[in-house]
């Protein structure tokens, strides 16, 4: 599964392609430093195929890699960050 990243100047989303259908994560930029992730939306064509994990691991990954934190205003994610402790470095609560 592909994920790109579309940047705005407030925020953007994670988009993954599979299967003809797209999932995405949406988020705000409320700083460099800070991201504000909002929203998950897989369509039912592809539920039960770790779209929605993928794009979780996706964005914890980027945040890594740019240095910055996340407050998990989506309820997914948020689930996603409680399961997996390892996360925690990039969370912001």
Same mark, same amino acid.
């Given at each position: ?22 999932? @995405?994560?949406?988020?705000?930029r409320?700083?460099?430093?800070? !991201?504000? !992730? ?6 039912? %064509?592809?539920r ?13 990954? @980027? ?7 996340? !407050? ?8 996603? %960050? ?11 609560h």
């Amino acid at each position: 599964m592909d994920i790109i990243n579309e940047e705005t100047r407030s925020g953007g989303r994670y988009l993954a392609k599979l299967e003809g259908h797209e999932g @995405e994560m949406t988020y705000s930029r409320t700083s460099p430093q800070l !991201i504000i !992730i909002d929203h998950t939306g897989v369509p039912d %064509a592809l539920r039960g195929k770790g779209v929605g994990v993928a794009l979780a691991l996706h964005a914890v990954d @980027e945040a890594r890699k740019g240095g910055w934190k996340i !407050i998990p205003l989506c309820p997914f994610f948020h689930a996603q %960050a409680d399961r997996h402790p390892d996360w925690q470095d990039v969370i912001k609560h």
